[in-house]
C-alpha cells in the first residue's frame, strides 16, 4: 500500500491539509492524517481504510496506475470533452477556470 502518484497534498494552515486527487473528492485532513500518510506501517487502521477507499491509497505499481488513469481517460473523452477544469493556486484564495479544449 502506498500513496497514489497523482495525490496533491496541499498546505491549507498550520493544521490542515488538502488532498487532491483527479476523480477522486477533495478530503481535507489534519496534519495528524499526513504523519499517518507518510508512515503508514504505524498509521490508524481507520485512516488507511478511508484513504484507500477515497483512492488515495493504492497497491497498484506506477505505470499500473498510469495506465488505468489514462484508460479512464480515454473511456470518459467525450463527457471530458469541452468542459472546464479549475485549478486551485497556492497561497492565493480564488481558483481559476480554463477550456481544456483550445
Same mark, same amino acid.
Not at 54 to 57: D, I, R, V
Given at each position: 500500500m502506498c500513496l497514489s502518484n497523482f495525490v496533491t497534498i496541499v498546505k491549507l494552515n498550520t493544521d490542515e491539509c488538502l488532498l487532491l486527487k483527479p476523480n477522486s473528492r477533495l478530503l481535507i485532513v489534519d496534519r495528524e492524517v499526513v504523519k499517518a500518510i507518510k508512515d503508514l506501517n504505524n498509521a490508524p487502521k481507520e485512516v488507511v481504510e478511508v484513504l484507500t477507499k477515497?483512492? +488515495?491509497?493504492t497497491n497498484l505499481k506506477p505505470e499500473e496506475e498510469v495506465s488505468? +488513469?489514462?484508460?479512464?481517460?480515454? &473511456? *470518459?473523452?467525450? &463527457? $471530458?470533452?469541452?468542459?472546464?477544469? $479549475?485549478? $486551485? #493556486?497556492? *497561497?492565493? *484564495?480564488?481558483?481559476?477556470?480554463? *477550456?481544456? #479544449?483550445?
Open positions: 477515497e483512492g +488515495f491509497l488505468l +488513469f489514462y484508460s479512464f481517460l480515454e &473511456q *470518459n473523452e467525450a &463527457q $471530458i470533452k469541452g468542459k472546464y477544469s $479549475i485549478a $486551485i #493556486t497556492y *497561497n492565493c *484564495n480564488y481558483s481559476v477556470a480554463s *477550456n481544456v #479544449t483550445k
